[in-house]
């Protein structure tokens, strides 16, 4: 990226933004320090008033506006690329509130613009296969973003994976994230009067409450550290020959799937997977074709299951 391109970047991290700080800059951009104080001064030489300072972060001052930006083709491509994935794997209100936002882009395009990102509209798809299901509710999502955003918290009906019991919690809504094709609400949960990991598909009830959350939590990306640093990845190598390859579907990409290696007529497929008995499940469907190289407690897991079948 050039410098004017890099400029107008920061610019726009400056509108969307109360606050940005330097490390952001130099995170998003991959450059040094010293670059980004050049750039800052840059654009206060060139008339735009930036409030703040290296320690506070930077901001545009309050009231100044800025004419609408133009969408480079290659934004408007990803736009549109996320608005496949958004449909297929999250909740109608997160739905309705991107397209609405992406109406909106349209509006400000060009006639021709317009036309081309039409045309490419129909050249991106997605497959329909079993994708994480958020249950009954069509919201629960949005109003778990919006108690974050309220800082109020929820009230939620949950039906416990291990006792298949339902229960009722008061939650301070920390956030959501999505991992191995579902979505997650890590909260405190105040009955239990600790933080507590609940997916989402089994909130089979939710209620926005009027209740100020007093407690200051950590932030979400502190969560989602320890969760994979508790989290012990086992490396298993599933052989298949080449001309069966094909019969084995996109699941295995759920599975951990990291790279396939070609050897000969053979293809070796190495996974790093957290869930050994949830990949011999996986496998048992395929154990006609593909055979286990490598990860002995893994063969054990899966001759478990079929004596037990047997």
């Known amino acids: 990226m050039n410098r004017i391109d890099r400029l107008?970047?920061?610019?726009t991290m400056l509108q969307s933004s109360p606050s940005v700080k330097p490390k952001q800059i130099t995170?998003?951009?991959?450059?040094?320090?010293r670059t980004v104080y050049r750039d800052i001064r840059a654009l206060e030489e060139s008339g735009i008033p930036i409030a703040g300072d290296s320690r506070s972060g930077y901001s545009l001052v309050e009231g100044f506006k800025l004419p609408p930006l133009m969408f480079t083709k290659e934004e408007a491509f990803a736009f549109l690329?996320?608005?496949?994935?958004?449909?297929?794997?999250?909740?109608?209100?997160?739905r309705e509130g991107y397209k609405s936002?992406?109406?909106?882009?349209?509006?400000?395009?060009?006639?021709?613009?317009?036309?081309?990102?039409?045309?490419?509209?129909?050249k991106i798809g997605k497959l329909d296969f079993d994708s994480p299901s958020l249950g009954d509710s069509q919201d629960r999502m949005q109003t778990i973003l919006d108690s974050v955003s309220k800082q109020k918290q929820i009230i939620i009906t949950y039906t416990s994976h291990s006792k298949n019991e339902k229960m009722e919690r008061i939650i301070d809504p920390i956030g959501i994230f999505f991992s191995m094709t579902n979505w997650y609400m890590i909260g405190f949960c105040n009955t239990r009067n600790d933080y507590r990991t609940f997916k989402i598909s089994r909130i089979t009830g939710l209620q926005l409450s009027n209740i100020p959350i007093g407690k200051e939590h950590p932030p979400l990306n502190q969560f989602l550290k320890n969760l994979q640093d508790q989290t012990e990845l086992q490396k298993v190598i599933?052989?298949?020959?080449?001309?069966?390859?094909?019969?084995?579907?996109?699941?295995?990409?759920?599975?951990?799937?990291?790279?396939?290696?070609?050897?000969?007529?053979?293809?070796?497929?190495?996974?790093?997977?957290?869930?050994?008995?949830?990949?011999?499940?996986?496998?048992?469907?395929?154990?006609?074709?593909?055979?286990?190289?490598?990860?002995?407690?893994?063969?054990?897991?899966?001759?478990?299951?079929?004596?037990?079948?047997?």
């Open 238 to 310: 599933i052989e298949v020959e080449a001309k069966d390859l094909p019969i084995i579907d996109e699941s295995k990409y759920y599975q951990g799937l990291v790279h396939e290696i070609r050897k000969k007529d053979i293809v070796e497929m190495h996974f790093m997977t957290f869930s050994l008995e949830r990949l011999a499940r996986w496998y048992l469907s395929y154990m006609d074709i593909a055979t286990i190289i490598h990860s002995t407690e893994l063969k054990q897991i899966a001759t478990t299951i079929i004596q037990k079948h047997k």
């Open 8 to 11: 107008s970047a920061i610019l």
């Open 101 to 122: 936002g992406v109406d909106k882009i349209r509006a400000v395009m060009r006639l021709s613009e317009k036309e081309l990102i039409t045309a490419v509209d129909t």
């Open 27 to 33: 995170e998003r951009f991959s450059i040094g320090i």
């Open 81 to 94: 690329a996320a608005e496949r994935l958004i449909d297929k794997f999250t909740d109608t209100g997160l």
